[in-house]
């Protein structure tokens, strides 16, 4: 077998070559250099046969037979241990730490209405709701405020069109209330409302309000200073001190607003407090005769009290909150604090 290359010395090369291949594309890639169909060297041998003198081509052709034989079987094996020694189905790893689950939690304002809810149900209160978009009756009219008066300017409220509004307190639900209810009344409304404020530190377009409403024969404004002291005490805390300071609103008479001794120096002055001790929280008032009449109330049967307070300001003072606008940001590395 002058000239031809020796098949042995071939077969032993190629095979220790797929013993070595490490992973599935160094097996493919020998292969393709043994065995593939252009230009595979076995291939290349396969192709010489037939134009080889009879004499030799037998004995060669037999040879490059066997070789081509014994590397396709020793592909096909080197194959089938690569893969046995390649997990196909990972397991679970039990040591492998979880996936945190993230637990939400309760906005400030939802915490603090939630707290306020209970408390004043606490002293027989019940919760109720209006809409936040209302008409100029249930807005101003039935609560004592004409035309005339400036709260009822076009400019500081957001009119939806003619004669009806965004609300800009909750007491509009102290009306629908009373509209539909005879009393004996002990409600409280929180919700939502809207001015067209400048958004500073202390202000916001749309904040939150806490009305609250007792109406029945016999309630006095003993009663009103009562519940309210008893309010801030279980919100602010049991050393707070009050103080009431007649004030006048439309729709109450007499008036007041009630103060909190500061939270944050006890009473001794601060810049928060502006040196005074006293953090007004709430406007207050006996409910005015005209406000029973005008939802079909007896003024000379029943008597009762009102008052207001924003949400956002009172969870300002308890939880240490300088600017009412973090409130509303939605920055978790606030919210998160709570
Ligand atoms: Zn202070």
């Known amino acids: 077998m002058e000239g031809l290359p020796d098949v042995q010395a071939l077969c032993r090369e190629v095979l220790a070559r797929i013993d070595a291949a490490a ?67 990972l397991g679970v790893d039990v040591t492998m730490p979880g996936r945190r689950l993230e637990i939400g939690r309760l906005h400030p304002i939802t915490q603090a209405t939630r707290e306020m809810v209970e408390i004043f149900g606490r002293l027989g209160f019940e919760v109720v709701e209006g809409p936040e978009v209302e008409d100029e009756w249930h807005n101003f009219v039935g609560l004592n405020i004409p035309p005339e008066h400036p709260a009822r300017d076009p400019l500081d409220n957001y009119y939806l069109k003619d004669h009806v509004l965004l609300r800009t307190q909750t007491s509009t639900v102290q009306i629908r209330v009373m509209e539909h209810r005879k009393p004996p009344v002990r409600v409280i409304a929180p919700g939502r409302v809207y001015r067209p404020d400048t958004v500073d530190a202390g202000h916001s377009n749309m904040f939150h309000q806490l009305e609250g409403l007792w109406v029945e024969e016999g309630v006095t404004f003993a009663d009103l200073k009562s519940v309210l002291a008893m309010f801030a005490r279980a919100f602010f805390g049991p050393t707070v001190k009050t103080r009431f300071q007649p004030s006048y609103f439309p729709f109450t008479e007499p008036s007041a607003e009630m103060y909190v001794s ?17 953090i007004e929280i709430l406007g207050c008032g006996m409910v005015a005769p005209n406000v029973f009449e005008a939802v079909g109330y007896d003024p000379e049967k029943v008597t009762g ?28 590395r606030f919210l998160r604090q709570f």
């Open 305 to 332: 009290f009102a008052f207001g307070m924003g949400i956002d300001r009172q969870a300002m003072l308890k939880y240490g909150v300088r600017d009412i606008r973090l409130f509303f940001d939605n920055d978790l």
């Open 23 to 89: 992973d599935a594309a160094a097996l493919e890639a020998v292969r393709i250099e043994w065995l593939g169909r252009k230009a595979g060297r076995i291939t290349a041998l396969m192709k010489q046969i037939p134009a080889l003198p009879p004499p030799e081509r037998g004995p060669f052709g037999q040879a490059v037979n066997e070789l081509k034989t014994a590397v396709t079987e020793q592909l096909a094996a080197r194959q089938a241990a690569l893969e046995a020694s390649t997990p196909k189905h």
């Open 262 to 278: 500061c939270l944050l120096c006890g009473g001794a002055g601060c810049a928060a407090c502006k040196r005074t001790g006293w």
